[in-house]
Every structure is written in C-alpha cells, then in structure tokens.
C-alpha cells in the first residue's frame, strides 16, 4: 500500500540522496553505450552515454529548482502526489502541466521536457511528495545542467513571473529528517 509511504521510507528504500535540482535523486541508469566527442551536434562537446534515467523524489522542503539540461527529458510518474510543472520554452512561450494519476482529470503520467527548457515544479494535492523518474537522451553529464536565474526569467515570462516567484520563495531547500 502506498498511502502509508512515507519521503523518508522511500529515500531509504530507493537509496535516493539529496539533490541540487530535483529534491532527491538516485541515477538508475546510465547506458554503457558512449557517443563519442564529436558525435553529436552543438553544445553537446563532451563525449556521454547514449541515454540515462534516474529515480527523483519532490517533497515539500525538497522542491524541484528553476534549472534547465541540455538534453530532452522524460518525467514519469510513479507514486504519491501530482507535480505541477512550469515549462518556459525557448520561444518565450510557457506551459503548465500536471504530472500524477488522475487520467481523467487531464494529468499526464509522462511529461516530455525538450532540451533547454527551463522547468520548475510544485507539489499538488495533498503536498507531501511525488514520486517518479527521469529518463534523458543523449545522457546528463553535469555540464547539461545549469540553475534559472529567477529575475532573468521572470523579466523574459513576465505571464508566470508571480508564480515562479512563489515557488521559489516557498521553500528553503531542506534535506533534514521529516519529509513526511
């Protein structure tokens, strides 16, 4: 039964650690298959796995942080609460999407994420965690990753710049005990 799970019980079972972009992560995957320096377009110069996935756990003191990676990105749901995230496309465009299991309700059980796409999210629901995974292509290397500056976005999506505000100042980072 999930109902009962706790965000410390789920950490400890999934051997998920403290993350500086998505609450806490475990990388479950990374492909033996490389792709070589070269073999890939601008600005992916370093040579890295054909793809990757990882476990991330979003929990109330544990947010997932205004950040973008280079690569496409597959958000999956498993478990837990819905996850409203903000995607702010390259085009100056925004989106909001509701990630978790109500299907009929228009929440998606996978989220594509594009490359370059800033991207930040809340807890929804009852608020005390989601659960799911990532799954990336080519495969994150830490050079894909670079953290939002909040005013530079906010002055270029002035249309969610409140709630990107919000999101950001409703939480401290916290990876203490009782993430219940």
């Known amino acids: 039964m999930t109902g009962d799970l706790t965000a410390d019980e789920i950490c400890s079972l999934l051997q998920l650690e403290p993350n500086a972009t998505c609450g806490f ?23 890295r796995p054909l793809g990757s996935a ?3 756990l979003v929990t109330p003191g544990a947010p997932v942080r205004l950040h973008r990676i280079r690569n496409d990105q597959l958000y999956h749901y498993y478990l837990g609460d819905p996850l409203e995230v903000f995607l702010l496309h390259a085009d100056g465009t925004t989106e909001r999407v509701i990630v978790g299991p109500d299907l009929r309700g228009g929440q998606q059980v996978q989220l594509l994420i594009p490359g370059n796409t800033f ?8 608020g005390r965690w989601f659960l799911g995974a990532s799954s990336e292509w080519p495969g994150v290397i830490p050079a894909d990753v670079e953290i939002g500056n909040l005013d530079e976005l906010a002055g270029k999506y002035p249309a969610v710049a409140a709630e990107l505000s919000a999101i950001a100042a409703s939480v401290e980072p916290d990876t203490s005990v009782d993430r219940e």
Request: aromatic share 12%.
């Open 25 to 47: 992560v475990r990388v479950t995957f990374g492909s033996k298959l490389p792709i070589a320096v070269g073999g890939l377009p601008a600005p992916f110069a370093e040579a």
């Open 54 to 56: 990882l476990y991330f």
């Open 119 to 126: 991207h930040t999210a809340r807890l929804s629901g009852q």
